[in-house]
C-alpha cells in the first residue's frame, strides 16, 4: 500500500485525495483503498506503454517526411528513409539528410528488418482498432481452435443477439411508421377542419347573397308596380280631357257649340292618336329597366360576360383571396368576441364576404387601359429622352415631369386630355445643372416641388416663380430619390449611392439627421400617416423600415427580394410596395411585420421602370416597353399596355431596345399617366 500511496500523491488529479484529519478508517475503505491503488498502477503503467509507444514511433519516422517509414531504405552510413524520399533528394543533392556524408542511390539497400517490424507494428495497430467481430473473424480464419461445444454457444449468443437485434429494429420501424401516420393524420385533420370551416363560411355566404337577392327582386317588383300605376295615372290624365269636353258639348245645345264640339273632338282625337304610342314605349322602357341593369345597356350582357370570364380566368387567385380574408376575419371575430362575429354590413354581410365583394367587383371591372392623351417630352436640344419621374401635384390638377434632358417640365392634366397633341405645352419649365432622378409635391405648399440629381443635390423649387427655395448638397454621390413628408410640410427624405438616409427640413440648411447604411440607396418614402416612419429601399435587396426617433437599428427589415429594391411606396399606412429588379413586386404589412403577396408578369432586370400606387391598384413597367397593372390582392396582372416603337430606324417596335421608365397614378381614378425611354407620354385609363 506504502508504493500506492506514493503513485497517489504523483497522481492527484486522478485519485481523489484524503483529508489529513481522518486518522482511521472502516475495514471497507481499506478495501476501497487497495483497489484504488491497483487502478493507480495500472493507469501507471498504461502510461508508461504509450510513453514507449510514442518513443518507438519517434524511431520509426521518416526524417525527410516526418512520417511513419514506407518501404524503408538504409544508407551505407546507417539512417533508414522512405524510399521516395531519399530518392528525390538524392536527385538534388548527394549526401545523406542527417549526417552530410557523400551518397548516392548506388548506396541504397533495402532494410528488411525494418520493414517486417513495421508490418508487425500495422498489424497490431489494426487489431487493436478492430472491433470484438472483426477480431473475432481474424481469430477464426488465422486457424484458433476451437470445440464444436464452444462453436454452438457462440452460436446460440450470436442467434439471440440477432432476435435481439431484429425486434429492436422492427420495434424502431414501427415506432416511426406510428409517429409518421399520427403526424399525417393530424395534419389531415386540421386540413379537414379549415375545409369544414371554408365550406360552413361558403354556405353562410351563399345564403346571404340569396337573401340579399330576394330583397333586390323584391325592392325592384315595389318598384315596378309603382312605375307602372305612374304611368297608368298619365294615361288616364291624357284620356279624360276628351271626355269632358264631350260632356260639356252634350250639354251645350247650341249649333256652333256643336261645330266648335266637333273640332275640339277632332282635335282631340289626333292628339289622342299621336300621344297614343308613346305610353307603350314609356310603359316598356319602365319594364325593361326592371330586367336589372344588365338591359339598360345593349353591351352590358357583353360586359357581364367578360367579367364572368375574368373571374374564371383568375379563378384559383380569387379563390385564395376569399379564403385568406374570410378565415383573417374570423380569426378577428374570435379574438374580440362573438358579438363582433355577428355584425354585418347594410347588405347583411359578414366583414370577410364585403371585404372579399370589394376586391372581386374592382378587380373584374376592368381587363385593359385605354389611352385618353399622348405627347412628346423631348425636345430638339436634347437627344436624352428618359423620363425619370412622374409626379402630380396635392389636387392632380398638375403633373411634373423630369429626366436625364436636366430640366423639369410642368403640365396642365386638363389640357393634356383635352386639348390636340399640337396644343399640348408644359405651363412651366425649369432647367437643371445635372441630370434629375426623382421629383415629389409637397402636399400643402402647392407651387413645392423637390428633386434629386446624379449630382447628389436635392432642391426645392417654387413652380409659380420657376425659382430654386432651397439646395441641399451634402450628398456625396447620386442622390436616387426625394420625398415630401405629408403630415409634416417642412420636411422631406432622400437617399443617394452614399449610402446615406438624410432627412431635411425647408427652414434650415443642414440636413436634421443622417442614417448611414452599408449599401447604396434606390428608394426612399415617408409613411403617409406619419412622420417618424420612412421605408428605404436598397441594393442589399431588403426594405428597411425606420422610426426615426430610434435610427440605431431599423424597426423591420423585410427579406425576400433576390436583388436590389429600386423603388417603395405606401398604398395606405399600413400597407408597404417595394419593387425590384429581379422582376417582382412585393406587398408588406409594416405593423404586422409580415410579407402579404408577390407579384409577378412584368420584366425588370436591370433599369429603372417606376412603380406607382393607389388605395387599391398597384402599376409598374416593364423593359418590353409595357406598362402592368395589378390589383393589390391578386398576383397576376389586371391589365397592361404596349408602347408601340415610333422610331423610324425600328419598324417593328423592338421591346428590347426601349423600356417604360416611369408611372404615375392621379389620386383616386383609373387614370395613370407613364413615360418610356423614348420621351413618349401617355395618359391612360382602365377600361373594361
Not at 498489424?123 to 477480431?135: D, G, I, L
Request: charge should be negative.
Amino acid at each position: 500500500m506504502g508504493g500506492g500511496g506514493g503513485e497517489r500523491n504523483s497522481m492527484g488529479v486522478l485519485v481523489p485525495t484524503v483529508n489529513a484529519g481522518e486518522t482511521s478508517a472502516p475495514a471497507g475503505a481499506e478495501t476501497e483503498a487497495a483497489v484504488v491503488g491497483t487502478e493507480v498502477v495500472v493507469v501507471t503503467e498504461r502510461v508508461a506503454e504509450e510513453e514507449e509507444e510514442e518513443e518507438v514511433d519517434k524511431d520509426i519516422l521518416c526524417p525527410i517526411c516526418m512520417q511513419i517509414i514506407k518501404d524503408a531504405f538504409l544508407t551505407a552510413c546507417g539512417h533508414s528513409f522512405c524510399y521516395m524520399c531519399i530518392v528525390t533528394h538524392l536527385q538534388n543533392k548527394s549526401d545523406c539528410p542527417c549526417c552530410s556524408h557523400y551518397l548516392t542511390t548506388n548506396h541504397l539497400y533495402p532494410n528488411f528488418l525494418l520493414n517486417k517490424l513495421l508490418m508487425k507494428k500495422s498489424a497490431r495497430q489494426m487489431a487493436k482498432s478492430a472491433t470484438p467481430v472483426e477480431q473475432l473473424r481474424q481469430a477464426i480464419q488465422q486457424g484458433c481452435e476451437v470445440s464444436v461445444k464452444e462453436l454452438d454457444s457462440l452460436l446460440s449468443l450470436l442467434m439471440d443477439k440477432k432476435i435481439k437485434m431484429e425486434q429492436e429494429e422492427a420495434e424502431t420501424n414501427l415506432q416511426i411508421l406510428l409517429e409518421f401516420l399520427q403526424c399525417l393524420k393530424k395534419q389531415k385533420v386540421e386540413e379537414l377542419n379549415e375545409i369544414q370551416n371554408d365550406l360552413q363560411y361558403i354556405k353562410e355566404d351563399i345564403n346571404a347573397v340569396e337573401r340579399r337577392r330576394i330583397e333586390l327582386y323584391r325592392t325592384r317588383g315595389r318598384y315596378s308596380a309603382k312605375m307602372r300605376t305612374l304611368v297608368d295615372d298619365s294615361s288616364a290624365m291624357t284620356v279624360r280631357p276628351p271626355l269632358r269636353d264631350k260632356g260639356i258639348g252634350a250639354i251645350v245645345s247650341s249649333p256652333i257649340n256643336l261645330q266648335e264640339q266637333g273640332r275640339a273632338g277632332t282635335s282631340q282625337t289626333r292628339n289622342t292618336d299621336t300621344r297614343a304610342p308613346r305610353n307603350p314605349q314609356i310603359v316598356q322602357r319602365k319594364d325593361d329597366n326592371q330586367g336589372g341593369s344588365d338591359s339598360q345597356d345593349p353591351n352590358q350582357p357583353g360586359k357581364s360576360l367578360a367579367r364572368k370570364r375574368r373571374v374564371h380566368a383568375q379563378f384559383n387567385e380569387l379563390q385564395d383571396c376569399y379564403l385568406q380574408k374570410r378565415r383573417y376575419w374570423a380569426r378577428q371575430s374570435q379574438k374580440q368576441g362573438e358579438r363582433v362575429a355577428n355584425i354585418m354590413n347594410r347588405e347583411g354581410y359578414s366583414a370577410g364576404l364585403e371585404d372579399f365583394q370589394s376586391v372581386l367587383s374592382t378587380f373584374t371591372r376592368y381587363s385593359s387601359l385605354r389611352v385618353v392623351s399622348e405627347l412628346r417630352h423631348s425636345d430638339i436640344f436634347h437627344s436624352a429622352n428618359i423620363v425619370s419621374s412622374i409626379e402630380f401635384d396635392r389636387d392632380d390638377e398638375l403633373f411634373a415631369t423630369a429626366g436625364v434632358s436636366r430640366r423639369i417640365k410642368v403640365f396642365e392634366f386638363s389640357s393634356v386630355v383635352n386639348e390636340p397633341a399640337d396644343a399640348q405645352c408644359p405651363v412651366v419649365e425649369m432647367s437643371t445643372r445635372s441630370k434629375l432622378s426623382c421629383l415629389s409635391w409637397n402636399n400643402y405648399t402647392k407651387n413645392h416641388l423637390a428633386s434629386s440629381d446624379y449630382e447628389g443635390i436635392v432642391t426645392v423649387w417654387d413652380v409659380t416663380t420657376r425659382q430654386s427655395v432651397m439646395e441641399y448638397e451634402e450628398h456625396e454621390k447620386r442622390a436616387w430619390s426625394v420625398d415630401f413628408c405629408r403630415t409634416e410640410p417642412s420636411m422631406l427624405v432622400s437617399g443617394s449611392d452614399d449610402c446615406k438616409v438624410k432627412v431635411w427640413c425647408t427652414n434650415q440648411e443642414a440636413s436634421v439627421l443622417t442614417i448611414d447604411m452599408k449599401a447604396n440607396i434606390c428608394s426612399v418614402k415617408y409613411n403617409p400617416g406619419s412622420s417618424a416612419h420612412i421605408a428605404v429601399g436598397s441594393a442589399d435587396h431588403h426594405v428597411h423600415y425606420y422610426d426615426l426617433r430610434n435610427i440605431s437599428q431599423p424597426l423591420y427589415i423585410f427579406s425576400g427580394h433576390r436583388k436590389a429594391v429600386s423603388y417603395v411606396k405606401f398604398l395606405s399606412n399600413y400597407e408597404l410596395a417595394s419593387a425590384s429588379t429581379d422582376s417582382t413586386l412585393r406587398l408588406w404589412d409594416v405593423n404586422e411585420n409580415v410579407p402579404l403577396r408577390t407579384f409577378k408578369g412584368h420584366t425588370n432586370e436591370k433599369n429603372f421602370v417606376g412603380l406607382t400606387v393607389n388605395s387599391e391598384y398597384l402599376a409598374c413597367g416593364s423593359e418590353t416597353n409595357e406598362v402592368f397593372v395589378y390589383h393589390k390582392a391578386i398576383s397576376k396582372p389586371a391589365a397592361w399596355h404596349r408602347f408601340v416603337s415610333d422610331d423610324q430606324n425600328d419598324p417593328d417596335g423592338d421591346m428590347g431596345s426601349f423600356f417604360i421608365s416611369a408611372v404615375c397614378w392621379k389620386r383616386d381614378s383609373p387614370t395613370i399617366v407613364t413615360a418610356n425611354s423614348q420621351g413618349t407620354i401617355k395618359a391612360l385609363v382602365l377600361a373594361a
